[in-house]
């Protein structure tokens, strides 16, 4: 804290003023210890929470989020064969009917409730195919030990 704080004070208050608002932030969280003055620590506790969800949010955003939004904005007809434009149109038609089962700010009837409806395939049709390639690997690890077991180990099978 001197030549951080103190000696750029003594030096050029003026120029460092703004250095007191960590140095008092500093103090409040050193003031848990008192436990008539505990309450005074929860504000730049708060402080820090929020600067550092905020900062990730703004990361995340960037990073993931962005990527993933740019990754469905494909031309569906710029592809080399028939069986890829199919599924860039249902790629793009998934995920729009997928988003829209997820607007709750309307009843979904009537008409409206086709994308919706269309929305619960796609994504139960996903998940599906998600479990089930998981499950597919999971046994063919089974399968990869059962053999070392009962043939390399046990020698039961040949």
Request: with cysteine.
């Amino acid at each position: 804290m001197l030549p951080n704080l103190f000696t750029k004070l003594i030096t050029d208050f003026k120029g460092n003023i703004i250095l007191l608002i960590p140095a008092t932030l500093g103090i409040m969280m050193l003031l848990r210890i008192i436990p008539k003055t505990q309450w005074l620590s929860r504000f730049p506790i708060a402080i820090m929470i929020g600067t550092s969800a905020g900062i990730n949010m703004l990361r995340y955003t960037k990073s993931d989020m962005l990527s993933q939004i740019s990754a469905t904005m494909i031309n569906p007809f710029n592809a080399a064969s028939t069986s890829a434009v199919i599924g860039n149109i249902l790629l793009i038609v998934g995920t729009i009917c997928g988003v829209y089962y997820f607007y709750f700010s309307k009843k979904q009837e009537g008409i409206s409730a086709v994308p919706s409806k269309l929305g619960i395939w796609f994504l139960m049709i996903s998940f599906g195919a998600s479990f089930g390639y998981t499950v597919m690997a999971r046994v063919s690890l089974l399968i990869g030990r059962l053999e070392f077991l009962l043939k390399d180990w046990l020698h039961i099978i040949k």
